[in-house]
């Protein structure tokens, strides 16, 4: 049963689980550091600012720094008597508007204010009073704040360390979350690429390279910004209003209660996100690889574009792609637009009237028992929840093109593949034998019928027959690129399917009608980086083929650097240096694939040289399309449409006046053409 894309991501996460464990742990520890802001502020305000707002009683003596002198007596509040001391009077200090009031009893601290004349009265559900009042100046006022700055200060620096200690941890979180991010793609990149060396060659052939330098590249471009930025703001915000919850239903469980309805919106919004945005993702990302694909396309044959004048057609395929890719951008961006920034503030709007209503018509009353340090906490906390909530809602156009892009990656890595399996093998001597094979690329169209083919060590057979006789699938048949529906293939008696595809391999050399170099050096190209093959090997393998003809010309020798496919080079040389690759492997078996199709009769005797240093002790293989090349071959195998229709050696076959006659007589008669 195939996991979904969401518990692979999982699993992928979880072999770096100890660093995200560390990171989320930094993270709580922050957010709960962070969080206690409010708190803190609630304790200032209705302890120390709003506190002096209490019943004063009248001690004796000074024997602490609560202790506040007032018209010639010593008063301290409510709660902060000590056992000793000895209450000899109380008093009131009490808030109407912006003043503050000093009256002689003790009176109701809740209730409705109203003062006239030096009197105040106040209103509660029981009863109503009245008592005489004394303004109080801000000097007198002071008197009553000055013991309450000591322990404002102390919060305050509190706070501040609270905050400098969970910016530290914000630091922990960030790196360690972010590390293990990159890991993850690291991780990830390196099994994708590894897996497209599994898979079966007609993968690559089926699709254009730019899709899947795409699904390498830009894919897992798009899972690493998941990780990075979309899980860690997700988990960040998550972690975060579940702190701030927390805290509300500390304060109030009832409007945190209330607060909750925020999740399920949440949750539903996210759904329906979840199913167009997964909609038009699919379309983008698909386009984005079909836009990779033409323009590598497109630049690999600039040539013939130009050539061929069809600069306007390509450039409207483009314009195509491109307009789609568009089109569903926008749809994209629409979708958002509509919904992610409004959905916040109607939610936040909401918020805040259920807010304004539960503590304007349920607690501000006659029976009042609401702080103000409680009301500061509330709204803090509520602007607080909105931040995550807005983060979440931002990160889900990542998210889903993040999932898009991984069922993307994973659909590479699910395609059938077989594992590297790089053993070395003693050298086998190349005896090849095809009994009775048969092969289809698509199970069901046979290219190749009944072919049985014996090639006895150190011997040369050709293969000729025009296009689409079978000729290049025999070889890809040898090469293991593909496996044969019937017959078994062996190389010294031993079925080459009971070996990896590596071991087959291993002991195979092959030059291309199309010689392909990377981009490094001369050397480089004819090493191709392996240990096992020295400069000096490399350098007798250039010389034996007769390429340092040309190399002794180039401003770096062996070192002169190589472009992509070697556009600097000529057809021949490339061929050459192609020619040194194979004899510095010291292949047992050679396939020559049309070598020297392309190549001019000036440089084909400097090739025929070369190919016969090559051949020399090796089983060879040659797929020939210039019958003048193959003379000397031992056996020569005329194909067609996948049938072997004759065999024998060059004079044998002319001698029959069969196919390979009439192709040599064909070849010979526009060789003598003059040129006009």
């Known amino acids: 049963m195939r996991r979904s894309t969401e518990s692979r991501l999982f699993n992928y996460a979880m072999y770096f689980k100890k660093t995200i464990i560390n990171g989320l742990v930094c993270l709580m520890i922050a957010v709960a550091l962070e969080l206690a802001g409010p708190l803190i502020a609630k304790r200032i305000i209705d302890e120390h600012i709003t506190g ?384 009775s094979v048969s092969f289809a690329y698509d199970n069901s169209n046979y290219v190749l019928n009944d072919i049985t083919i014996d090639i006895p060590p150190g011997k040369t057979a050709a293969f000729v027959g025009h296009t689409g006789s079978g000729k290049s699938s025999i070889m890809n048949l040898l090469f293991r690129f593909y496996d044969p529906q019937k017959g078994i293939i062996s190389i010294d008696g031993k079925n080459i399917n009971s070996l990896s595809r590596q071991e087959v391999r291993s002991h195979m050399g092959i030059v291309l009608q199309d010689p392909f170099l990377f981009t490094g050096t001369i050397l480089s190209n004819v090493t191709m980086n392996d240990s096992d093959i020295s400069r000096e090997m490399a350098i007798k393998s250039l010389q034996n083929v007769g390429a340092d003809r040309f190399i002794g010309k180039l401003p770096m020798g062996y070192d002169e650097p190589v472009k992509e496919g070697g556009s600097t080079l000529s057809m021949g040389e490339r061929q050459l240096i192609s020619f040194a690759r194979a004899l510095a492997f010291d292949p047992a078996i050679l396939i020559l694939d049309e070598a020297t199709a392309n190549i001019d009769s000036e440089t084909e005797g400097i090739i025929q040289e070369a190919l016969e240093v090559l051949k020399k002790g090796r089983t060879t293989l040659v797929i020939a399309h210039r019958l003048s090349t193959i003379q000397k071959a031992d056996h020569i195998y005329v194909l067609e449409h996948g049938i072997i229709r004759e065999q024998g050696s060059h004079n044998q076959l002319l001698d029959v006046k069969g196919i390979y006659y009439k192709m040599y007589q064909m070849q010979k008669g526009r060789a003598k053409v003059p040129a006009s």
């Open 52 to 435: 002096i707002e209490t019943t004063w009683h009248q001690v004796e003596k000074n024997d602490d720094n609560y202790t506040v002198a007032f018209n010639g007596k010593l008063f301290k509040r409510e709660g902060r008597l000590n056992v000793s001391d000895n209450s000899v009077a109380v008093a009131t200090v009490l808030q109407v508007n912006r003043d503050y009031y000093w009256i002689e009893q003790k009176v109701p601290l809740t209730g409705k204010r109203l003062i006239e004349n030096g009197e105040i009265e106040i209103v509660t559900p029981e009863t109503t009073v009245k008592m005489d009042a004394r303004k109080l100046s801000l000097d007198e006022l002071y008197t009553f704040f000055k013991p309450e700055y000591r322990p404002i200060f102390i919060l305050l620096a509190i706070y501040v360390v609270l905050l400098l200690v969970a910016a530290v941890f914000q630091f922990g979180k960030t790196f360690m979350l972010q590390k293990a991010s990159n890991r993850i793609v690291q991780k990830m990149r390196n099994d994708v690429f590894k897996h497209t060396q599994e898979v079966p060659i007609n993968y690559y052939v089926d699709r254009p390279a730019g899709k899947i330098v795409a699904r390498i590249t830009n894919d897992t471009e798009a899972i690493r910004d998941l990780y990075e930025r979309v899980l860690s703001e997700f988990v960040t915000s998550i972690i975060y209003m579940l702190g701030i919850y927390i805290a509300l239903f500390l304060l109030d469980s009832r409007l945190a209660l209330f607060g909750t309805l925020l999740l399920p919106i949440m949750y539903v919004w996210m759904k329906i996100y979840k199913y167009f945005g997964t909609k038009y993702n699919k379309v983008i990302r698909s386009t984005v690889s079909d836009i990779n694909g033409n323009i590598n396309e497109s630049i690999r044959g600039m040539p013939i574009i130009q050539a061929f004048r069809k600069e306007d057609q390509v450039k409207e395929e483009f314009e195509v792609m491109n307009q789609r890719q568009f089109t569903y951008q926008r749809k994209l961006v629409r979708l958002s637009a509509l919904t992610s920034h409004n959905l916040v503030n109607v939610l936040r709007n909401l918020a805040f009237v259920a807010f304004i209503w539960y503590f304007g018509t349920s607690s501000i009353g006659l029976g009042s028992v609401v702080s103000v340090g409680l009301l500061y906490a509330f709204v803090d906390y509520l602007t607080r929840l909105f931040g995550p909530v807005t983060n979440i809602v931002n990160q889900l156009p990542l998210l889903e093109q993040a999932r898009v892009a991984a069922s993307r990656v994973f659909e590479l890595i699910d395609q059938q593949g077989e594992p590297i399996k790089d053993q070395t093998i003693e050298r086998y001597s190349g005896h090849v034998k095809f009994d």
